[in-house]
């Protein structure tokens, strides 16, 4: 009899302790830095309801229907016209696959890749849906700390002299979550070469690059390559509503074909009335003028948080200072568990995410916490960062 009915994958595979924070924010008066997810309040719920009325009155049978697994044509072409300017496809060299988020774009795309035992560097601390779904595979992972630039690089080449089984190196390029960070040029064209040199892939996950309210922005390292070493995938969960579960993959015609092959055991298409959603709102609605719009009130809120956060936190913690996207990634000094500091939070009301929740080792203590800035009003942002202020200075106080 075997100890476990399950794979050895996923038998030692731990619940998001985001979704676990999600159980208390129902606790009335909560104030939750917690979220991962674009503000609700700016879905444009109005134009959905609109361009949904739209779709299923004149082309329902076309919206219900089974739809090909490559996706939804008029989108799929939309998006490569959309990459193509920003080098992210290459029609000579590239196929795109439209995905169930980039959540599936990243799953399928280990999943094609990945043998139980091959390697994936990845960033350290990095997002826990993509690490659980490597872990799925049996992947190994090796972690490379974050710097203010990205990556740390000499970590990635130390892995990959010493480690022979690297398949790929897994990085959230821009607002990289949970740190907020983005990648220099340089770095990336480094990481670029590195994996060119060493054989290796780069799988780029970039779902919250077009929130930039600061700054310029940078070239996706899928941009820069030609030689197919580049896995991109993209999302409009961030932008639109993650609910419509609409992402893609912009990879070599190979990758993708496997891919496809793949994506039709797992939910044969994603589903067409999403698609047709998506393709409507980004076609005849102003989408640039939404992303605008989202990029400049993340800004402020961001603004707020960090001008609080000067004002209340100990200086013991340090925090990043992100340019766009939706987290900030703060650290405690090296002993701490921020375990511990969320329930002295959760009992005043304050939520964020723990950093063990983003590393390799679930288990160990982290000194790290992300908070969201996106979900949460001004007030709440006010009250809140001042509350978790005075938790940090206590928890510190009685370490
Ligand atoms: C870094 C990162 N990649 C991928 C995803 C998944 O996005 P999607 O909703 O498109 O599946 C998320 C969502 O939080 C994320 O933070």
Not at 20 to 49: R, Y
Not at 105 to 116: E, H, R, T, Y
Request: hydrophobic share 40%.
């Amino acid at each position: 009899m075997q100890d476990s009915i399950f794979t050895p994958a996923v038998a030692g595979m731990q619940a998001s302790a985001i979704r676990e924070i999600f159980k208390m924010l129902g606790v009335p008066g909560m104030i939750s830095f917690a979220a991962g997810i674009p503000a609700p309040e700016l879905f444009p719920a109005k134009e959905w309801a609109e361009i949904n009325h739209k779709i299923l009155t004149e082309r329902a049978s076309g919206a219900l229907v089974y739809g090909t697994t490559e996706g939804y044509v008029p989108l799929r072409e939309y998006i490569k016209e959309q990459c193509t300017k920003k080098g992210i496809y290459k029609e000579d060299v590239d196929e795109l696959i439209i995905t169930s988020g980039a959540q599936q774009a990243i799953d399928l795309s280990a999943k094609v890749l990945i043998n139980p035992g091959d390697g994936v560097i990845c960033e350290e601390p990095s997002f826990i849906g993509s690490l659980n779904s490597f872990r799925s595979y049996g992947a190994k992972l090796y972690g490379a700390a974050i710097e203010d630039d990205g990556i740390c690089i000499e970590e990635v080449e130390r892995y990959l002299k010493k480690e022979k089984n690297i398949k790929f190196i897994y990085t959230i390029t821009t607002f990289q979550n949970p740190s907020g960070v983005t990648m220099s040029l340089e770095k990336r064209k480094k990481l670029l070469a590195l994996a060119q040199q060493y054989g290796v892939f780069i799988l780029e996950d970039n779902p919250y690059g077009e929130l930039r309210f600061r700054g310029e922005s940078v070239p996706a390292i899928k941009s820069m390559d030609t030689k197919g070493t580049v896995i991109y995938a993209g999302t409009y969960s961030k932008t639109l509503a993650p609910g419509l579960r609409v992402g893609y993959i912009s990879a070599r015609k190979d990758i993708v074909d496997r891919v496809t092959v793949v994506k039709q055991v797992n939910d044969v298409h994603t589903p067409v009335l999403n698609q047709m959603m998506v393709h409507e709102y980004v076609t005849n609605y102003d989408f640039d003028a939404h992303i605008e719009k989202c990029a400049k009130i993340y800004g402020e809120r961001c603004d707020l948080m960090l001008a609080e956060m000067d004002k209340h936190f100990p200086k013991e913690c340090t925090y990043t200072r992100p340019e766009g996207g939706i987290f900030i990634l703060c650290t405690l000094p090296k002993g701490t568990d921020t375990k511990v500091l969320m329930q002295k939070a959760i009992e005043k009301k304050v939520a964020f995410v723990p950093g063990a929740t983003f590393m390799l080792d679930l288990d160990q203590p982290s000194n790290l916490f992300r908070l969201n800035f996106s979900v949460t009003t001004p007030e709440s942002i006010t009250k809140g960062i001042a509350i978790l202020g005075e938790v940090i200075k206590e928890y510190l106080q009685n370490l």
